[in-house]
């Protein structure tokens, strides 16, 4: 089964589960100290402590006198480096897993009845799993990165319970609302809610209010607000995907986009199955997915999505393409699943076959991917430590049963590194160096393969030994590490 699955809506599951239900998203189903950023003080943190003032940032050079933290005379906040690793925008959201004896009936109106009366009262809370851009969240916080989550969240018993799991992984907190919303007023206000019904086959239906609106479902929101530009300034990245669609409005998109753009933020952009709905969407949709295409630093495709976005079959042919075609793009990232993955850039190509480990549920592991890639570029990695990490969390995820809280754990990624079973490379390289005899450097991730390249492909064989004496002292340290859950 494929450990690194399409990136479906608020989770990541293996396509075999998908069943034609139209309007419902169909896909296979020790708390941390709390941490804030260093400069938490200057963001409104929904930390359960009331909100700071937020004064206007002014960014310094390394050479500056001025320290982080330092006020000016004129109230200005002096900040020296962004203190925030990553920051995700939107798609939070909680999941209710349910078993049913069969899955909801494809009629619209019935299944919106289902979901009414599912709604009518909470379940139990050992149901409950933190879902969307959580996943993310908690993977990159398990890792040693400075997180926060942007989006909205209600106030009632769903938001709490979020905002709970958020800060037990030491995850701050931003919220996006509406200027002059009456929250009261309209249940669109109230925490996404994504219902996870499971049948007897362990085939898995989604369904959400989103599923059943025409607009966005917080469409209201429409500016950032200063706590929200501040928490984006100081962040050294921030992930969006193809379901934050489902939240806001595309203008809305785009304009937050081009303010990191501005501000000096790295934009990571997943657009996963939804990239291909909004290709073929509204007149907004598509000039603001083109927009996040063209502008982003980080794009993570499968190799499904890349073909579908260029029309070309073979992932280095087309991650060259989106790269000539971005302005701001540095990387482009293939998952492949069961093969590994791989990371073109403009002068070089870096591949990492994948770990072979017993796959128990994919949900989640797409999350756990980008994390561990967000890791390696905020800490300047070599690019196939950055891939082999990434397929370590990935894989370690792949293991367990859930996202959320179940996402990948320090132990099990540092077991997979050392273990050091990979699936074969030869057959891989071969595959996506086919026709691609333009590509100058190549990067492989090797138990012991030695090849030799092309007159115009220079191919660097990288041990998994070396890789591994890299990886583990840092792991195991603590440095840049997947924190465990009790």
């Known amino acids: ?254 304009s937050t986009i081009d303010y990191a753009t501005k501000v000096g933020t790295a934009v990571f952009f997943d657009p996963g199955p939804r990239g291909k709905s909004l290709s073929k969407g509204t007149p907004d949709e598509r000039r603001a997915l083109a927009h996040l295409l063209k502008m982003s630093d980080v794009l993570l495709l499968t190799s499904e999505e890349a073909e579908s976005l260029t029309g070309i079959r073979n992932p280095v042919k087309a991650g060259q393409e989106i790269l000539r075609n971005g302005k701001g793009s540095k990387w482009v990232i293939v998952k492949m699943g069961p093969k590994g993955s791989i990371l073109v850039t403009k002068s070089s190509v870096s591949v990492a076959p994948a770990f072979k480990v017993e796959v128990v549920d994919t949900v989640g592991c797409g999350d756990s991917f980008v994390a561990a890639i967000a890791l390696g570029y905020i800490r300047n990695m070599p690019l196939v430590n950055t891939l082999t990490i990434a397929n370590a969390v990935g894989a370690a995820t792949a293991m367990g049963c859930g996202a959320g809280r179940n996402v990948a754990k320090r132990q099990q990624v540092v077991d997979l590194i050392k273990a050091s079973k990979l699936n074969d490379e030869e057959n891989l390289l071969k595959e996506l160096l086919a026709e691609n005899s333009e590509t100058p450097k190549v990067n492989l991730l090797s138990k012991g393969m030695r090849t030799e390249g092309s007159n115009t492909q220079q191919i660097e064989v990288i041990s998994m030994e070396k890789v591994v004496s890299e990886l583990l002292p840092e792991l195991e340290l603590g440095r840049c590490c997947v924190k465990a859950s009790s």
């Open 1 to 254: 089964m494929n450990h690194h699955a399409l990136t479906l809506k608020f989770h990541s599951f293996s396509p075999q589960y998908a069943l034609p239900l139209s309007n419902f998203t169909l896909q296979s189903p020790n708390p941390l100290q709390f941490r804030v950023p260093n400069v938490s003080s200057s963001v409104c943190l929904r930390s359960r402590s009331s909100a700071a003032d937020v004064s206007p940032v002014r960014y310094t050079d390394s050479s500056s006198s001025s320290s982080i933290g330092s006020l000016e005379e004129n109230g200005g906040f002096v900040v020296t480096e962004k203190p925030i690793d990553v920051a995700t925008l939107g798609n939070l959201c909680v999941d209710i897993v349910l078993s049913v004896d069969e899955l909801p009936p494809p009629s619209r109106g019935e299944r919106k009845a289902l979901m009414d009366e599912l709604s009518l009262s909470p379940p139990d809370k050992k149901y409950w799993e933190a879902g969307g851009n959580c996943n993310m969240a908690i993977a990159a916080a398990r890792l040693g990165l400075q997180c926060v989550a942007i989006g909205h969240v209600g106030e009632e018993i769903y938001g709490e319970f979020l905002l709970d799991v958020l800060h037990e992984e030491g995850i701050g907190t931003v919220a996006l609302d509406g200027e002059g919303n009456d929250k009261d007023a309209s249940s669109f206000c109230e925490t996404l809610i994504c219902w996870v019904l499971v049948d007897p086959l362990q085939r898995h239906g989604f369904c959400s209010r989103a599923d059943f609106k025409e607009e966005p479902a917080f469409s209201w929101i429409t500016d950032l607000s200063d706590e929200v530009k501040m928490a984006i300034r100081q962040s050294k990245v921030i992930f969006c995907n193809g379901y934050d669609f489902d939240d806001f409005s595309p203008s809305f998109i785009q």
